[in-house]
């Protein structure tokens, strides 16, 4: 998974004292994605159908992509864990 921008690594840390471990940047768009999905739609179908059609969105791990069947996805990233830390 792409490794989310230094400054919101940064804010997630100084607000939660914590390291950004992966996996987290991804989880925060998609839930930010579906929020704007779901944003002013009366219906699960109507949502659903807005997430399918939201082509790209530009999030903390860099640019998203949304298919016509839903999956999201976005350019890979190779990271080194040593010592349990990402360097």
């Given at each position: 998974a792409a490794a989310?921008?230094?400054?919101?690594?940064?804010?997630?840390?100084?607000?939660?004292?914590r390291e950004v471990?992966?996996?987290?940047?991804?989880?925060?768009?998609?839930v930010t994605?579906?929020s704007?999905?779901?944003h002013?739609?009366t219906?699960r179908a109507a949502?659903?159908e807005r997430?399918?059609h939201?082509?790209?969105h530009?999030?903390?791990?860099?640019s998203?992509?949304?298919?016509?069947?839903?999956?999201?996805?976005?350019?890979?990233?190779?990271?080194?864990?040593?010592?349990?830390?990402?360097?």
């Open positions: 989310p921008n230094a400054e919101w690594s940064k804010r997630l840390k100084a607000a939660y004292g471990t992966p996996g987290v940047g991804h989880a925060y768009d998609t994605m579906l704007r999905a779901f002013g739609e219906t949502a659903i997430f399918r939201m082509g790209t530009d999030g903390v791990v860099g998203l992509q949304v298919g016509s069947n839903g999956v999201i996805s976005s350019k890979p990233s190779i990271r080194v864990i040593r010592n349990g830390k990402v360097e």
